[in-house]
């Protein structure tokens, strides 16, 4: 078994050692050329041209089947044009290509009549006949152009089945895949988007939701990727100029004028690009510069605010040397600085921060053809973050007044981080034939991820201070965390399409991975889960064979995406102690005055020695996703589909106390409320602060030998069943819309909203607190906090021509978050929170009971442009809420003995409409 190990790790690391994969980076059309009587023409020549082609247009001959093939594309609007002497030249002209997208065109050309020269335009398809996929979301230049959005992560918002950060049920932010030009930019820490392009430099943003091929992996979401501009043959560059002014925005909390944060925007932003030949049809460049500045606002406050300014550059080289290989180049520097971090009216002057902050992102990419069916792409990536804010270790401790929640005295704790990401790929593509009972189109593919980061977090002076009424109540000590983790993944694929007929595809495909986790102090890999198999199975069949009416179907296994988070506390950290002052702990256990005095009692300590564990058969947590779909062309740019989409995700990876002993007693809550004198069944600690975990993939019933038998009485779960409805008309005769519907249910027991490592109930991070202590199992099934029931959303844009003005339009609706009642159990129950909380809650009922308020949105885009010769010039402005809406986003849902907030108090409310103005001129 060691053998067959090793001979894996030599066989990937020899084939990624030269570099590795460009995901779906590019993109492919081919077809077949038949006479009017059905039968196949040889020697027809096909040529393809685009301005996003460069060495200029390409041609090909027909072989004795009729068949052409055109692999290796940039994504693009192109034109395929078929000729052959005796029969009218037929061409397709508005052909748009999308990120590894594969369309197949068909022509049929008639006998011509003596001197007839005449060329035919037929219309061009929609969709891509051979892939597997549904309800894959292609943002093109239009797009990006006509619509308020202004960043890539922004554009998730446009996609079904996506709602603040969400998709289909998965874990907000960073369950997503993000890259540019095929370059994974997850941050190696905790998963999200590290690297965020600049808007203006993009080409096209293509998010893919369901049924990806093999070569995709490390996502539990939707893959996000941006494809940077190239430049071409020709000279164009783009200014913009964007502009919030504090008086751009209405008001919208008259119905709640106590809020605390009444809050608007304002920011500037400065953009330009140039792109162009430095050899035509042979070294394009493309280069871009930005500058912003931003700043919050809050209504009937002078204290400070949050603001931040930054600046980026961009460079991309792009190279065809000859009509095998192109090469290109990219590389990005991007510094900034936040001013007043989270700052609030809740924080005293002192209690502020600035946060500077310096990113280098760089890429590059190979492709070399060996033939016409046989190609080969490397390329390797990644960047570099640091970050660290101001706040002096040695500095005065940071006080927290618990009946209003105002923060004094400094910011809780210092920060410093880095994070380094090095990715490298190598992919190989054949394209065989009449082999094996039809046509193959094989992908072999490996990778190799070597990722590190450097985090540290310290309370000033070890100390932060819980106050009540302005006096001493409780005083936390933390000997802080600093942590300096890497891992290494290695990564293989096979990925084959296979045409089996004219009318049915067969897309199977097979994914190895492999992961290990190193932290200082342990040697060796500290963190090794078993190897992970990902089978991928997709079928596409042609309905009416006339490639307008696809039914599709895929079933693919999913790994999560790896991050340091799943294993960093392995490494050795301090210590943690809670103190609780005398007087308090005198009237808690009704004891004389004096007892213990003006002083800080120890009430509990947590060593943190050998705090955790792992259990050596760990597995990596994945998703099983189901998907059917129905696609359908109707005329020339309009495309409708429907899709059944189910995903579940097993092996959940969590943290189970193993030292921890609690027993069962009753408790009745005493909190005006909705459960004012209820009783509950729930847990009294008998060993607060002693606990140590095993890092493990909980079963219920599995025996982990910890001190308190039933610690795992359920296998964690996340949950995703939908239906969706879409429809898309591309952009033509002055005007594109998309639109969709999915109705969906995400429901089990660990949430998908954001949850630090141990702190709540997800273990998006790795560890969550559901089987470190049993009282948050209570009512822990149901509803997941990202759950709309219904959502709804349009965009799309017109030109009027008369005026020449265009405006862009996006309507979204959501049904309200679910949201449920916590309730803080009293201290001599249980002190000992097992997190950074101070108390223990519990979940008044059922997991997901209440719910928010569905949310409408409208935001529109009106540009007024003006040409002068080669210039043009627009006039922009954006309005955002639209309709001024103030839907209710965030509710006190606490209840404990200190708080002045009753249960539903509103603490927040969406932002009043706002303005934006902006100038462009492009050339």
């Known amino acids: 078994m060691i053998n067959k190990f090793k001979f894996w790790v030599v066989f990937l690391f020899l084939l990624v050692s030269f570099a590795l994969v460009a995901q779906a980076q590019t993109t492919e059309i081919t077809g077949k050329v038949l006479s009017t009587d059905g039968e196949p023409l040889p020697g027809v020549e096909v040529t393809i041209s685009s301005p996003s082609l460069i060495g200029g247009p390409r041609s090909y001959i027909t072989d004795e089947e ?16 078929a000729r052959l002497q005796g029969f009218v030249p037929q061409k397709k002209t508005n052909i748009r290509l999308s990120l590894g997208q594969r369309l197949v065109i068909d022509f049929v050309l008639r006998v011509s009549e003596l001197a007839e020269e005449v060329t035919v335009v037929a219309k061009a398809p929609l969709i891509d006949v051979r892939d597997s996929q549904t309800a894959t979301t292609n943002m093109r230049t239009e797009f990006i152009q006509k619509l308020p959005n202004r960043s890539m992560t922004g554009a998730l918002d446009y996609a079904p089945g996506s709602y603040d950060l969400s998709t289909y049920g998965s874990p907000v932010s960073n369950s997503n895949k993000y890259q540019v030009d095929g370059v994974s930019v997850n941050d190696p820490e905790a998963g999200e988007s590290a690297f965020d392009p600049d808007y203006d430099s993009l080409e096209e943003i293509n998010i893919l939701g369901l049924g990806a091929p093999a070569e995709f992996d490390g996502y539990s979401g939707a893959v996000v990727s941006g494809v940077m501009k190239s430049g071409g043959n020709d000279f164009h560059g783009t200014v913009n100029l964007f502009l919030r002014h504090p008086s751009f925005h209405s008001t919208n909390w008259d119905r709640y004028p106590y809020l605390i944060r009444k809050v608007w925007p304002e920011s500037y932003q400065a953009n330009f690009n140039l792109g162009g030949p430095i050899l035509k049809d042979k070294l394009w460049f493309f280069m871009s510069g930005r500058y912003g500045y ?68 760089y890429h590059g990419y190979v492709l070399h053809m060996f033939s016409d069916s046989t190609l080969m792409e490397v390329k390797i990536g990644g960047f570099y973050n640091w970050g660290e804010n101001e706040v002096d270790k040695n500095g005065p401790p940071a006080h927290l007044e618990l ?61 932060y201070y819980l106050d009540y009424n302005g006096e001493p109540y409780i005083l936390d000590e933390w000997d802080g965390e600093e942590a300096m983790p890497k891992y290494t993944r290695l990564a293989g694929f096979i990925q084959d399409s296979w045409v089996v007929s004219d009318r049915l595809t067969i897309n199977p495909g097979l994914r190895v991975n492999f992961w290990r986790g190193y932290v200082p102090g342990i040697s060796g890999a500290a963190w090794a889960p078993k190897i992970g198999l990902a089978p991928r199975l997709g079928i596409t069949y042609d309905l009416l064979g006339d490639k307008t ?38 009237e808690w256990e009704d004891l004389p005055p004096g007892t213990y005095g003006e002083q800080w009692v120890l009430d509990w300590e947590d060593v943190w020695e050998k705090e955790y564990t792992v259990d050596p058969n760990l597995k990596f947590p994945f998703m099983r996703n189901y998907v059917v779909g129905l696609e359908r062309q109707i005329g020339k740019d309009i495309s409708i589909g429907a899709s059944f989409i189910y995903r579940t995700n097993h092996d959940l990876q969590d943290r189970v106390n193993l030292t921890g002993r609690w027993e069962e007693t009753t408790w009745t809550c005493p909190y005006p409320g909705p459960h004012f004198g209820e009783t509950y069944t729930v847990y009294r600690r008998l060993n607060p602060g002693e606990n140590q975990y095993l890092l493990t993939n ?65 273990n998006m991070l790795g560890a969550s607190t559901l089987f470190s202590n049993p009282n948050y199992q209570i009512n822990a099934e149901g509803r997941l906090g990202v759950d709309p029931t219904h959502l709804i959303k349009i965009f799309g844009a017109v030109d009027i021509p008369i005026v020449d003005v265009s405006m862009g339009v996006f309507y979204s609706y959501a049904s309200g978050s679910p949201y449920t009642t916590n309730l803080a159990l009293p201290r001599d129950i249980d002190p000992d929170s097992v997190s950074f909380e101070d108390v223990v809650y519990i979940f008044g009922e059922k997991r997901g009971q209440y719910r928010y308020p569905g949310i409408h949105n409208i935001d529109l885009r009106f540009e007024k442009y003006f040409q002068i010769g080669n210039l043009r010039l627009g006039a922009l402005i954006d309005v955002f809420n639209l309709l001024n809406d103030d839907t209710i986003t965030e509710y006190e849902t606490s209840l404990n003995p200190w708080s002045e907030y009753p249960f539903q108090y509103v603490w927040g409310i969406r932002g009043p409409r706002t303005y934006r103005l902006a100038f462009r001129l492009e050339f």
């Open 66 to 81: 009729g068949k052409y093939r055109f692999p290796a594309l940039l994504p693009g609007i192109y034109e395929v044009q």
């Open 294 to 361: 931003s700043k919050d606002h809050i209504e009937d406050y002078t204290g400070p605010v949050e603001s931040w300014k930054g600046g980026r550059f961009a460079l991309k080289l792009t190279w065809q040397p000859n009509p095998k290989d192109r090469l290109s180049l990219v590389g990005e520097v991007i510094p900034s600085k936040i001013f007043n971090y989270g700052t609030s009216p809740l924080m005293a002057p002192e209690a502020n921060t600035n946060e500077p902050h310096r990113d280098t992102y």
């Open 403 to 463: 009946t209003n929640e105002y923060l004094s005295g400094n910011f809780p704790e210092t920060y410093y981080r880095t994070s380094f990401r090095f990715e490298t790929n190598v992919a190989l593509s054949h394209f065989a034939e009449d082999f094996i009972k039809g046509d193959h189109d094989f992908k072999f593919g490996a990778e190799i991820e070597l990722s590190r980061v450097h985090v540290s977090y310290f309370y000033p002076s070890g100390k």
């Open 549 to 586: 009416t696809i039914l599709k179907a895929h079933y693919g296994k999913y790994y999560h995406g790896l991050m340091v988070q799943w294993f960093m506390r392995l490494q050795p950290q301090g210590g943690f102690r809670e103190y609780i002052w005398g007087p308090v702990l005198e």
């Open 698 to 762: 909980p079963k219920a019933g599995e025996n982990y030998g910890a001190a308190f038998p039933n610690i795992v009485p359920f296998t964690p779960t996340r949950n995703y069943r939908g239906l969706q409805l879409t429809f898309e008309k591309r952009y033509s005769d002055g005007w594109m819309l998309n639109a969709s519907y999915t109705l969906g249910r995400a429901w089990g027991n660990s949430d998908n909203t954001w949850g630090e490592w141990g702190e709540n109930r997800s």
